[in-house]
């Protein structure tokens, strides 16, 4: 077993987070998840109403007696979703580990901290980061620019950003974007964090509720058939390359507006995609390592896999390079 201070904080056995993924982040994945010993995040805005998101976090209870969080991502939006009253109905439901992504966190901190919740920021930047530790939370993610969904704007690799931001922080540290074996695990460890995050990996498993020929998609894609949407317009997002993904990135290119995208990269659309299993009908996140995935396990054989291997790597591979 490999255990950090991550583990010791947030009352896991590995240090491995699911990442919240829309209309991915629910009951069948994130109990196996936290099952495997690992943290599982339920994704709040995948349900409709914060009285949903109640009756989910009912449902995971009813798999699993292991700690879960809950992904709750504050976005600007024209008609943003209610978050005080999700984030109530977080807390009222007796979660303690929450994940809060997009905008700053600072004013959500208090409350959850009141209640006990312990809260894990996702950031993309090293300055983020330093920021979110000192807003008070207990534990950031850093997303690398291989990671699917949101990047940033800096474009900054893993590989420079983990120990960048590791000489920056005193809290816990886990790192995403790019991970999806035990090789990932250690060289995160190498680095300076505490433990990794991983979405596409989980979406590609048995138990994520997502149908069969998309996590044969992934299995199929290369790290090249990614796409950046909306880099034009600041809000880059990494997705899987169909013909959808790529009309946006044309028509944007040539100078389009968002509002000449907005049916093409309609939510809607993408949930359709999970749900019915066409690869090409609407925008979907995809990370840079699906080209590292080859299979469609279990969550418990993605976790055991990474964990003995990486384990394996640290005490025989490694041990070998040091002369004794």
């Keep these: 077993m490999l255990r950090t201070r991550f583990c010791d904080t947030f009352g896991v056995r590995h240090p491995i987070v699911q ?19 690992a943290l599982g995040m339920l994704t709040a805005l995948t349900q409709p109403t914060p009285e949903a998101l109640g009756a989910e976090i009912d449902r995971c209870r009813e798999r699993t007696d292991h700690p879960f969080g809950v992904n709750l991502t504050i976005l600007p939006s024209i ?92 809290i816990p540290m886990v790192a995403c974007g790019g991970f999806a074996d035990a090789r990932g695990l250690v060289s995160a460890l190498a680095l300076g964090a505490d433990g990794i995050t991983m979405g596409t990996r989980f979406l590609c498993t048995r138990e994520a509720p997502v149908h069969r020929r998309i996590k044969e998609a992934v299995v199929a894609a290369s790290e090249r058939e990614t796409e950046l949407i909306f880099r034009p317009l600041r809000n880059t997002a990494r997705v899987a390359s169909n013909s959808v993904s790529r009309e946006v990135v044309g028509i944007l290119d040539d100078g389009g507006s968002f509002e000449d995208v907005r049916d093409l990269v309609a939510g809607a659309r993408g949930r359709a995609v999970f749900e019915q299993g066409d690869p090409e009908h609407g925008i979907w996140s995809s990370g840079m390592v699906q080209g590292l995935i080859h299979d469609i396990p279990s969550v418990a054989e993605v976790v055991d896999r990474i964990v ?7 005490t025989e591979r490694l041990a070998r390079v040091v002369p004794a």
């Design 19 to 37: 990442g919240g993924m829309q209309w991915v982040g629910r009951a069948e994945l994130v109990s196996a998840v936290a099952e495997s010993g």
């Design 79 to 170: 008609n943003p979703p209610p978050y005080d009253e999700y984030r109530r109905a977080i807390i009222e439901s007796g979660v303690r580990i929450v994940e809060t992504a997009g905008a700053n966190p600072a004013e959500h901190i208090p409350e959850f901290h009141a209640a006990g919740v312990k809260v894990l920021h996702k950031c993309t930047s090293v300055r983020h980061a330093v920021k979110a530790q000192e807003a008070g939370v207990d534990a950031v993610s850093i997303d690398g620019f291989e990671c699917a969904g949101h990047p940033g704007e800096d474009d900054v690799p893993g590989l420079v950003l983990i120990p960048a931001a590791a000489e920056r922080l005193s």
């Design 308 to 314: 003995t291997g990486a384990r394996e790597t640290i």
